[in-house]
């Protein structure tokens, strides 16, 4: 019996491997032009790299999960890109300009040489790869679970984890970037159309209209579709939402994709077209609510599961492969572009601080080589790990905003903060993410007695306080240091 | 000990920063503008956090999420069109 949906799914798979591959074409993978596309990627291009970000598996299959097991807490998937595109447009263009200048391949560079320290590099990269392990496992992780439940169980999540490891270690090492952005566009096709058709579709079968659905939802589960009392409480989504987007272009592959642009304008045209284009992540949210009445009983991480479910009891296995396919890609294309920065910084910011002697060859051949290590590390923890989607990403957020305000100060014309004060502010905030995020502690127990919102601040949002208050009182400090100077007449050496 | 280290670092900065033209910032007017999505979706939502009245069959709070998700486009439109840095580079174009 031929399995239909899993025909579909490894025929996308093998088109994706061939646009990947074929990126490649006449160019000789030097460092530069392996990572950020020499710099020549034109609007189109760095707009769906840039876009893709959104439409990930995070997107497609958590953003259904989320919006079925917690209601209207899906509506910061919609809320915090917004925010980050506002400040994109002041932020990209001279963060673009400074790395075109100082040929800058990597995020922890660009920190490593505003500041004048390889050691803050070497922070701001271990910062990053924090954050995008457990990013890149969800991708996997996601991947696992399209490939085994549109297959009907037949390859098993951990057979496709594998399978996507290899695909994705494979064009990565060959076409770097070039792989990566001819793959974001078929991505960016098919998921639309899958996206549009099952946000349209399913909640008009289901229930004949929109707002029959809503109306239904409210019924059984009366105020489900506003935010609660408490846990993802207004509290929670305004931290979340802020944290968020300060945090959205922090993440080293969405940095370092926006170094393959060409030209900056193209930054600030994409500011206004964006929130429409993510707009259409709301029906990936209708169709995690029509989930809701029609497949009820999902617990903890199967929410994950509702889009499939639904897709399952509705549509033919035809279309079921569609959906996987659509699904397959959101979390290869992200899981390259990931791999691909962790490997880049390791190699760049880590590695070459340690060897001196190391040339952009061989570093270029280190980070290849070093695709397949990280794509193993990230299947490892796709195998064991056992969070929602959402909750994976929202730890990496955590992480990974601390790096936003050293980022903004580097951009000032007189940075009042130096490597030090950068070095101790973010420390505090990872810190503090590690340890009250990972659930070594609770807010409780250290602060008892505050109001119960106080607790509901996303744990990213407190260690971006601390840091914050570090960096003030780096600056206030650094301030009293300069007049002393001037008042002496003395400058050390 | 620390302090010194760190006076090279202040002193090379000026040469990394070859004129940029938007040194000056952007306009008061430019930033109220950008601040009108903040507001929108982290003041506002706490005064339309409910269910009730759907709007146009939309729940009241995913309504209001989803009309600034449209504003934020039109508020980026404008500052881009107000932006005089836009206007400059055009005119260089032609």
């Given amino acids: 019996m031929i399995n239909v949906p899993l025909l579909i799914i490894g025929a996308m798979a093998v088109v994706a491997l061939y646009l990947g591959l074929r990126a490649r074409k006449g160019r000789q993978m030097g460092l530069e032009q392996w990572a950020v596309g020499q710099r020549g990627f034109g609007s189109f291009l760095v707009f769906l790299l840039m876009a893709g970000e959104i439409y990930t598996t995070v997107a497609f299959l958590g ?12 509506y910061y998937i919609l809320s915090y890109p917004c925010l980050a595109y506002v400040i994109s447009y002041w932020l ?9 200048q100082h040929n800058l391949v990597t995020q922890a560079s660009f920190f490593a040489e505003k500041y004048d320290s390889p050691a803050l590099g070497v922070l701001v990269s271990l910062v990053g790869l924090a954050a995008l392990v457990p990013y890149l496992v969800l991708q ?41 952005a001819w793959t974001a566009v078929l991505k960016d096709i098919v998921v639309l159309v899958v996206i549009l058709f099952l946000g349209f579709y399913l909640p008009l079968h ?13 019924d059984a589960k009366p105020g489900f579709l506003s935010l609660q009392q408490s846990g993802t409480s207004l509290v929670w989504f305004d931290s979340t939402v802020l944290l968020a987007g300060l945090g959205f272009y922090m993440w080293p592959h969405t940095f370092s994709s926006l170094y393959t642009a060409r030209d900056h304008r193209v930054f600030r045209k994409n500011a206004i077209i964006l929130p429409l284009y ?14 809701i009445l029609k497949v009820p009983g999902l617990q903890a991480s199967n929410v994950d599961l509702s889009l499939f479910r639904l897709s399952i009891d509705t549509f033919d296995p035809w279309m079921i492969g569609l959906i996987g396919a659509a699904g397959m890609l959101t979390a290869l294309v992200p899981g390259a572009m990931i791999t691909m920065a962790v490997a880049t910084t390791v190699a760049n910011n880590v590695y070459r601080v340690v060897n001196n002697n190391a040339d952009d060859g061989s570093t270029a051949r280190l980070a290849k080589l070093l695709v397949p290590v990280v794509t193993l590390v990230a299947v490892y923890f796709a195998l064991t790990a056992n969070n929602t989607i959402v909750a994976l990403q929202l730890t990496g957020y955590s992480l990974i905003t601390q790096l936003f305000p050293a980022l903004l100060l580097s951009l ?18 990872v810190t503090t993410v590690a340890v ?17 919102a106080a607790y509901e601040v996303n744990v990213g949002f407190v260690g971006l306080v601390l840091n914050v208050v570090v960096l003030a009182i780096a600056a206030a400090a650094g301030r009293a240091g300069e007049k002393n100077r001037l008042a002496t007449g003395r400058y050390p050496e | 000990m620390q302090r010194q280290k760190t006076v090279p ?23 109220s503008l950008a601040a009108l999505p903040f507001i929108g979706f982290l003041v506002g939502v706490t005064f339309v956090n409910r269910v009730t009245p759907f709007i146009f069959g939309f729940p009241c709070l995913l309504a209001w999420v989803l009309l600034w998700i449209v504003l934020t486009s039109i508020v980026m439109g404008a500052i881009y069109r107000l932006d005089p840095d836009n206007a400059i580079k055009e005119e260089v174009e032609q």
Avoid: C
Avoid at chain 1, 412 to 426: M, Q, R
């Fill in chain 1, 63 to 74: 953003g259904s999960g989320f919006a079925y097991g917690r209601g209207a807490a899906v």
């Fill in chain 1, 92 to 100: 990209l263009p001279p963060i673009w300009r400074y790395a075109k």
């Fill in chain 1, 140 to 180: 996997f992780k996601g991947l696992g679970i399209i490939v085994a439940t549109a297959s009907n169980g037949v390859v098993s999540p951990a057979l496709a984890i594998w399978i996507g490891a290899v695909l994705v270690a494979a064009y990565v090492s060959i076409s770097g970037v070039h792989g990566a």
């Fill in chain 1, 206 to 218: 289901h229930y004949g209209s929109f707002s029959a659905m809503f109306a239904a939802i409210e």
């Fill in chain 1, 278 to 291: 993510q707009l259409i992540l709301v029906f990936v949210a209708f169709v995690g609510f029509a989930a």
């Fill in chain 1, 412 to 429: 000032l014309p007189n940075n009042p903060v130096t490597k030090v004060g950068v070095f101790i502010g973010t420390a505090v905030g």
């Fill in chain 1, 436 to 452: 009250f995020g990972f659930g070594y502690l609770h807010l409780q127990q250290v602060l008892p007695g505050l109001p119960q």
């Fill in chain 2, 9 to 31: 670092a202040v002193a090379d900065q000026p040469s990394a920063r070859p004129g940029s033209p938007r040194e000056a910032g952007p306009s008061t007017l430019l930033l």
